[in-house]
């Protein structure tokens, strides 16, 4: 029996090392399948990970900064700028100003982004500022049927070099100036130039105008604009704004008055309407220092109407007997209005030599050219309408001339021009000369200029007065 156990527990230890034999090696080949699986795995999420966008992404967006986005927006040629703006002021307000030295980040775009086609937006604390469309780098470019990523297009968002151009329309009285960005608005700009004004619907005066506006529209504007508006006077004009709309309100703190001089024969019109005598306020009214002449020879007068309470500029017209349209002179305040003749040739071709002759003669009296001055007046007085109260000046004048030494005098020029008829009996023109004169003592420069009135006298035309100018 002792030797039955004995052969027994030495077969049973010798079949037990086999099967740890065996158990070592199957551990161990299953550990290296093990192993090499792992080392598959782990290759297998490695490019798993490589073939993420997200890996390219972190990468990318590391290379972005506010460089490269003002580089790509300077490229920008969608944004044109008006003539009431400067475009590097578009940029650095619409554009640059977002850039502020911030961490570049992304995300996927929604609606755009999917796994094929990967689409992210990089931005910054401050604004969406571009946009990143992917592209695979090729089939199994990461191994493990896995593909790389690539940047297909980066450019700059719509949105951000597309920003929303404004029309501005900017309503004011009729005869107000606007300035945008302190550049006049011209009247290419006009699209209305009737907006009536409420409130005025009832004008009094025949001829009187509802007071209108214009109303301008200015497209293709960018920036916040500062719009300036002035008045006829040059009053800055208030403000009424809803959005874009702007609305200057017409305020008529006086209204306006028109003093208007005409022949009598004339007809004086406003807006079409002829004024009848109910306008008249003076019927005796002359021209500039021709109401001197009317106590020794007759002088036409004329009629001065007076047109009070307009609320708008009026269209002033006047026209003679003939239909010709009379010539204005106009004040600088615009208010005082005076019409007269216009140039004639004819009367130009009949009496400018005879003009000549007196401004000759006038000249080398009061010149004494020859030191003659009593030889001179003659001469001179028979230009003249006697007991005038030119002719009394010039004759006084005779005592302070007469001790003149004579000279010689040379002409520069010597004109006269713009030949007018006032009247039948009355006409008017302009002289004016610059002579050398030369004395004894020395030499000078004279000149002048006059409004000749010339009257019918005795049946012939003689100097009435001279007018200084």
């Known amino acids: 029996m002792e030797k039955k156990a004995v052969i027994y527990n030495r077969k049973t230890k010798k079949q ?10 199957y551990s161990a080949c299953f550990i290296v399948v093990i192993l090499i699986g792992l080392a598959l795995f782990w290759q297998y999420m490695k490019s798993y990970e ?7 992404m972190n990468e990318f967006v590391k290379t972005v900064d506010d460089n490269t986005i003002r580089t790509m927006m300077t490229e920008n040629e969608k944004i044109e700028a008006s003539e009431f703006e400067d475009i590097n002021t578009i940029y650095d307000q619409l554009f640059f100003s977002n850039l502020k030295n911030e961490e570049y ?20 604390d401050s604004a969406d500022l571009c946009k ?6 090729g089939d199994n470019t990461a191994k493990f049927g896995f593909n790389l990523w690539q940047a297909d297009t980066f450019t700059v968002l719509d949105s951000v070099l597309n920003p929303e151009q404004k029309t501005l329309s900017i309503t004011v009285p009729k005869l107000a100036d606007v300035y945008v960005n302190d550049i006049e608005v011209s009247d290419s700009y006009v699209t209305d130039s009737s907006v009536a004004y409420s409130g005025y619907e009832d004008v009094l005066q025949p001829f009187d105008e509802r007071p209108t506006g214009k109303r301008y529209e200015i497209p293709g504007i960018y ?27 017409l305020v008529i703190k006086e209204t306006l008055s028109y003093n208007i001089t005409a022949p009598k024969e004339a007809k004086v019109y406003i807006n079409g309407i002829l004024l009848t005598a109910e306008y008249i306020e003076n019927s005796e009214e002359y021209y500039a220092g021709f109401d001197n002449l009317v106590t020794y020879t007759q002088i036409p007068p004329l ?9 708008s500029e009026p269209n002033i017209e006047c026209y003679g007997e003939d239909g010709l349209t009379l010539e204005k002179i106009e004040a ?13 040739e004819k009367l130009k071709a009949d009496y400018e030599q005879y003009a000549l002759g007196f401004a000759k ?55 006269v021009t713009d030949f007018r008829p006032i009247s039948e009996t009355c006409f008017t023109c302009q002289m004016s000369f610059s002579a050398t004169q030369k004395t004894y003592y020395e030499t000078k420069t004279l000149e002048d200029s006059f409004e000749l009135v010339f009257m019918l006298y005795n049946n012939k035309w003689r100097v009435a007065d001279m007018l200084s100018e």
């Open 16 to 25: 037990k090392k086999k099967f740890i034999k065996g158990l070592a090696i």
């Open 50 to 56: 490589l073939s993420r966008p997200e890996n390219f």
């Open 105 to 124: 980040k992304y995300r996927k775009m929604p609606g755009q982004y999917t796994d094929t086609l990967p689409v992210y937006i990089i931005y910054t």
């Open 132 to 137: 990143v469309v992917l592209t695979s780098k």
């Open 223 to 249: 920036l916040e604009a500062d719009i300036l508006v002035k008045d006829y006077k040059g009053i800055t004009l208030e403000l009424n704004r809803a959005g874009n709309e702007y609305v200057y309100p």
């Open 303 to 311: 009629n001065r109407y007076l047109v009070e309470n307009l609320y």
């Open 332 to 344: 600088s305040d615009k208010k005082n209005i005076i019409y007269h003749y216009s140039e004639s």
């Open 361 to 415: 003669v006038y000249i080398n009296f009061t010149t004494n050219a020859t030191g003659d001055i009593w030889g001179y007046f003659p001469t001179l007085n028979a230009y003249l309408i006697q007991d005038s109260v030119l002719q009394t000046r010039l004759k006084s004048a005779i005592p302070s001339l007469y001790w003149v030494m004579g000279s010689t005098l040379e002409y520069n020029y010597l004109n």
